[in-house]
T-cell receptor, first 115, second 114 residues
Framework: ETGVTQTPRHLVMGMTNKKSLKCEQH?????MYWYKQSAKKPLELMFV???????ENNSVPSRFSPECPNSSHLFLHLHTLQPEDSALYLC??????????????FGQGTRLTVV | AQKVTQAQTEISVVEKEDVTLDCVYE???????LFWYKQPPSGELVFLIR??????QNEISGRYSWNFQKSTSSFNFTITASQVVDSAVYFC???????????FGTGTRLQVFP
């Protein structure tokens, strides 16, 4: 089984829908992350969780709501999104979130299209 | 402020050519780490290498090599004898003691044609 698994791989949703992205890591890591990847822009760090506690929230609109029920699972709940939210959403994990040089392991991402 | 610049948006080469992907970084910290990740069409970022700021030795791993030069704040990545399977988007990233988190460049899309 791969280290970091994301579901679904593709998602199309209307602006009034509510959906959730799921991430699961099987690496025994303590930190998990959500990144947004838009075309021709650097990866944007959205949220960081360490031991199930949110430690960073980079000015992400409230229509994105993360949830980390345990150290292996991370969700991103979506509601009333805008077309500009269409992007690849990547989940990652690392052993710990503090410490420069910590290597992150990424999932395959969820390709989200908002119509 | 920390910043990573990958000036090459797209590069196309023919198989067996050598290709170098450029990465220039900015940081005020003296302790920092540089990374390269590969993103194939399947989507996940695959870790390739991590170097710390105190180790300027160049590294070679098979057809891959990395040239770290603090004097020019660059960490370039060379693929020798490129293959079609090397086609992907390559990201350079930086982390330092100030931010802890990874700061990514915009990526370079490499297309290797047969």
């Amino acid at each position: 089984e791969t280290g970091v698994t994301q579901t679904p791989r593709h998602l199309v949703m209307g602006m009034t829908n509510k959906k959730s992205l799921k991430c699961e890591q099987h690496l025994g890591h303590n930190a998990m992350y959500w990144y947004k990847q838009s075309a021709k822009k650097p990866l944007e760090l959205m949220f960081v969780y360490s031991l199930e506690e949110r430690v960073e929230n980079n000015s992400v609109p409230s229509r994105f709501s993360p949830e980390c029920p345990n150290s292996s699972h991370l969700f991103l709940h979506l509601h009333t999104l805008q077309p500009e939210d269409s992007a690849l959403y990547l989940c990652a994990s690392s052993q710990d979130w503090k410490g420069a040089g910590t290597e992150a392991f990424f999932g395959q991402g969820t390709r989200l299209t908002v119509v | 402020a920390q910043k990573v610049t990958q000036a090459q948006t797209e590069i196309s080469v023919v198989e067996k050519e050598d290709v170098t992907l450029d990465c220039v970084y900015e940081t005020r910290d003296t302790t920092y780490y540089l990374f390269w990740y590969k993103q194939p069409p399947s989507g996940e970022l695959v870790f390739l290498i991590r170097r710390n700021s105190f180790d300027e030795q160049n590294e070679i791993s098979g057809r891959y090599s990395w040239n770290f030069q603090k004097s020019t704040s660059s960490f370039n990545f060379t693929i020798t004898a490129s293959q079609v399977v090397d086609s992907a988007v390559y990201f350079c990233a930086l982390s330092d003691d100030n931010t802890d988190k990874l700061i990514f460049g915009t990526g370079t899309r490499l297309q290797v044609f047969p």
